[in-house]
C-alpha cells in the first residue's frame, strides 16, 4: 500500500504565502501525476492543481497565477506554492498520487489525510 503525508499548512494573513508538501510512500514502481484538491466546510472538494510525470500542470482559474504544483520524482514528493493567498483559500487541502505497484498493475489513486490552510482577513 502507499501512503501519502502531507505538510506544511497553518494560519496566513490575506496576502501571505505558504507552501505545502506531500510525500508518497510504500510499494511504488511509478507514479503517473499528482495533484492537490482542497475541500472549504460546507462545501465539495474541488480541483486545485495537477502534476503529470512529464512537468506538465493544469489549475482552475481560481488559483492560475497565484498557485505552483512542482513536484520530486526522486523523492516521490509535490509541492504547493501558493502566493497572494485570500480568505476564500481557506480549506483542507489533500494531495493525491495515481500510482502502480510493478509495469504490469492498473495505476491506483491514493489520497493523503490533508492540512488545514486558514487564510485570515
Known amino acids: 500500500q502507499v501512503q501519502l503525508v502531507e505538510s506544511g499548512g497553518g494560519l496566513v494573513q490575506a496576502g501571505g504565502s505558504l507552501r505545502l508538501s506531500c510525500a508518497a510512500s510504500?510499494?511504488?514502481?511509478?507514479?503517473?501525476?499528482m495533484g492537490w484538491y482542497r475541500q472549504a466546510p460546507g462545501k465539495q472538494r474541488e480541483f486545485v492543481a495537477e502534476?503529470?510525470?512529464?512537468?506538465?500542470?493544469v489549475y482552475p482559474d481560481s488559483v492560475k497565477g497565484r498557485f505552483t504544483i512542482s513536484r520530486d520524482n526522486a523523492k516521490n514528493t509535490v509541492y504547493l506554492q501558493m502566493s497572494s493567498l485570500k480568505p476564500e483559500d481557506t480549506a483542507v487541502y489533500y494531495c493525491?498520487?495515481?500510482?502502480?505497484?510493478?509495469?504490469?498493475?492498473?495505476?491506483?489513486?491514493?489520497w493523503g489525510q490533508g492540512t488545514q490552510v486558514t487564510v485570515s482577513s
Open positions: 493525491n498520487a495515481r500510482w502502480r505497484q510493478d509495469s504490469l498493475s492498473y495505476h491506483r489513486l491514493s
Open positions: 510504500g510499494s511504488i514502481f511509478s507514479i503517473n501525476s
Open positions: 502534476i503529470t510525470s512529464g512537468g506538465s500542470t
